[in-house]
């Protein structure tokens, strides 16, 4: 059994697809640092190079196109258990065939890797309408969510355009990341956090990080979201359609 291991990068992984063909080997598995690949497995540490993974790169864009591209970034994205094998057939199969193969269905890679491409995609979508919020003590203001996906890079663009005049910050509390946007410099920082000054179960800042007058800004949202409501056509299995309860904690409406 031989199995590949990288990085966890995106680039590590465009690297195992160009080591595959380089090597001439099937890989069982691409494996990112610290999983186990078994008792006895053979193992290729596949040392992520940018010439290697611009070239694979290129190719895919090539001959698949932009849309292409987006759906194995995507892929990536996920982070789904075992991606990284749909993610190099389906290379192969573009490079063998060399035409776009969006539309053969009935690879099961292809399917795979579209399937997971439309629930990222929907994902980032849904992180753009329920994201909320609030102002820090020294003036940032901080939204921390729980997104299934690694959403962070697909939704930073749209935030960066939308609030360039204000500091922020986006935090990914199930991968401990975010991003922080600089309005003076007009620059995005990545950045983790080891001692969180937030509730991570809510994402309601603690007091001393709060801004004094964020409670009161957080009091006439809720009311005049109560405000809006018509109780007679209140229909809650309709509500979970449209808004996820896993996204409740961090709604501001939905804090009591």
């Known amino acids: ?40 497995a053979h193992t290729h540490e596949v040392v992520t190079c940018a010439k290697k ?14 849309l ?10 996920s982070q789904e258990e075992g991606f990284e094998m749909h993610f190099l057939r389906y290379c192969q199969h573009l ?3 060399n035409r776009p193969v969006m539309k053969d269905l009935a690879n099961a890679d292809v399917l795979k ?21 609030e102002q820090a003590a020294d003036g940032t203001y901080f939204a921390p969510y729980a997104p299934k996906y690694d959403v962070i890079p697909l939704v930073t663009g749209h935030f960066r355009e939308r609030f360039a005049d204000q500091t922020w910050v986006v935090f ?13 410099n007009d620059t995005v ?21 709060e801004h004094p007058e964020e409670d009161n800004w957080q009091l006439l949202w809720r009311t005049y979201f109560k405000s809006m409501a018509i109780t007679e056509r209140k229909n809650l299995k309709l509500q979970r359609n449209f808004m996820p309860k896993r996204f409740w904690k961090y709604l501001t409406e939905k804090r009591i």
């Open 1 to 40: 059994m031989l199995v590949y291991y990288y990085d966890g990068t995106f680039e590590g992984l465009l690297t195992s697809v160009f080591e595959a063909y380089e090597r001439k080997e099937q890989p069982e598995s691409i494996l990112p640092p610290h999983a186990s690949a078994g008792l006895f």
């Open 53 to 66: 993974s611009e070239r694979v790169w290129n190719g895919v864009k090539k001959i698949g196109g932009v």
């Open 68 to 77: 292409t591209c987006e759906h194995l970034y995507y892929t990536f994205l």
């Open 95 to 97: 490079f063998t065939c």
């Open 113 to 133: 890797v579209f399937q997971l491409s439309r629930k990222v995609g929907r994902e980032a979508h849904r992180i753009l309408m329920f994201l909320r919020f």
């Open 172 to 184: 990914d509390s199930v991968r401990n990341y975010g991003v922080m946007y600089d309005s003076k």
């Open 189 to 209: 920082e990545k950045f983790t956090i080891n001692d969180p000054a937030f509730d991570v179960e809510t994402g309601k800042l603690q007091p001393d990080a």
